[in-house]
Structure formats: C-alpha cells, structure tokens
C-alpha cells in the first residue's frame, strides 16, 4: 500500500492559520487523498478529501500539488478544539476501507 | 455526527473468555469496518461487511468473528479472548465502497487480563 510522511509533531497559536504538510511520492493515479484527525478519546473524524484538484469544505482546504506527490492541509484559523491527531491517507477504491493511518501528525494549539 | 453507537464502552474480561462487541448505526450505510488501535500500529483493519451476511477479513482478522444479520448492527466476536487483544476496538461506516469517507464510532476500550 502507498503510504504518506508528515511531520510528528506541529503547533500553532489560536487563530492562526495552520499548514499541515504531507509527502505520497508513491501515490497512483486512481489514489484519493483522504484526511482524518483524532481527538483524545474519540474515533477519528473524517476532514476532507480530494483526487487532483483543491477542494474546501467547512472544515478546512486541501491543496494538492500539481505532481500529487504532496498535499497540504489548510486549517484557516486554529481554535482550541483542532488539536488533535492529523491523519493525511492514501484511499484507492479496490482496497476498500483498508487505510494505512500511520503515525498522523500531533496539532497543538496555544491559546 | 453520524449515528454510530459502539457498546459496551468499555469492558474488562478474563482470558480464554468469550466478548462480543457491537456496532449499531441509524444511516443505512451498506458498508461497515472493525478497526483496532494499538500503540505504535495505528488503525488495523479487522474485519469488514459490505451488505447483510456479506462480510470479509482485513489485515487481523485471526481471533476474530464478524456478523451481519441487519443493515444496522455489525458484530465482532472474540471467540476466545487473549490479552494481545487488549486495545481499543471502533467501528466505522461508509455510504459506499470506493472512496467514500468513513465515519468512526467512539471506540470501546477492551482489556483482557
């Protein structure tokens, strides 16, 4: 399975905007990319997901790039209530619902 | 938030005893997935159902049953509990199996002594 590299750890002021990075240079043309994030004590809650082009929703923005080897998550202004665990996954439609989630990346916000 | 109910919350049990959990779910998604979380592993894909009585083994399956008699409840069977089963066990669903998002269940921590 293709799996993805982000960053262990990041932090951001409440507020802010906040840019979660995330690397897929093995992505395939047919992969969705799929973000989910984690709070403590509760099962991971779908974000955003995109094939080719950018897309929001109320959420947050994902920007891909025009390689789709990287993406980018966009939160536009932390509040206290996004730090959690950020999940950025490969989703190919054959594999159906077995996502690598991998380690995630650690969102902390300050106050 | 979707309607996903996952009981009990939280169970201790013995080795070698049987637990059953469930997964309950008001959307009428066809799909339905038993993950585990452990340390170090993330989520791992146990089993998984794609309509009633249709189901199918993830990547840990073994030690593990599954069952699907109503749209709405999913099954996962521990037939023999041991303590590497100890985890954190959710439930998920999705509209459709392509590239739909899935949607979690609150989890139920399950610990075998």
Redesign the interface.
């Known amino acids: 399975d293709a799996k993805t590299t982000q960053p262990n750890s990041m932090e951001s002021n409440e507020e802010e905007p906040v840019h979660l990075p995330c690397n897929h240079s093995t992505i395939s043309g047919t992969d969705?990319i799929?973000w989910?994030r984690q709070l403590p004590?509760?099962?991971?809650?779908?974000v955003i997901?995109g094939l080719t082009s950018n897309v929001n929703n109320r959420m947050a923005s994902l920007a891909i790039a025009e390689d789709r080897k990287s993406s980018t998550l966009i939160l536009h202004r932390a509040t206290l209530r996004d730090a959690a665990v950020y999940y950025c996954i490969l989703?190919?439609?054959s594999t159906?619902?077995?996502?690598?989630?991998?380690?995630?990346t650690q969102l902390t916000v300050w106050p | 938030d979707a309607g996903i109910t996952q009981s009990p919350r939280h169970k201790v049990t013995e080795t070698g005893t049987p637990v059953t959990l469930r997964c309950h779910q008001t959307e009428n998604h066809r799909?339905m997935?038993w993950y585990r979380q452990d340390p170090g592993h993330?989520?791992r894909?146990i089993h998984?159902s794609?309509g009633v009585k249709d189901t199918d083994k993830?990547?840990v399956s073994d030690g593990y049953s599954v069952s699907r008699s109503k749209t709405e409840d999913f099954l996962l069977t521990l037939e023999s509990a041991t303590s590497s089963q100890t985890s954190v066990y959710?439930c998920?669903i999705?509209e459709a199996?392509?590239?739909s998002?899935?949607?979690?269940?609150?989890?139920t921590r399950l610990t075998v002594t």
């Open positions: 969705y799929h989910y004590s509760q099962g991971p809650e779908y997901h989703c190919r439609g159906l619902g077995r996502l690598y989630f991998g380690r995630g | 799909y997935y993330g989520l894909l998984y794609y993830g990547e959710f998920a999705s199996g392509d590239n998002p899935l949607h979690f269940g609150n989890g």
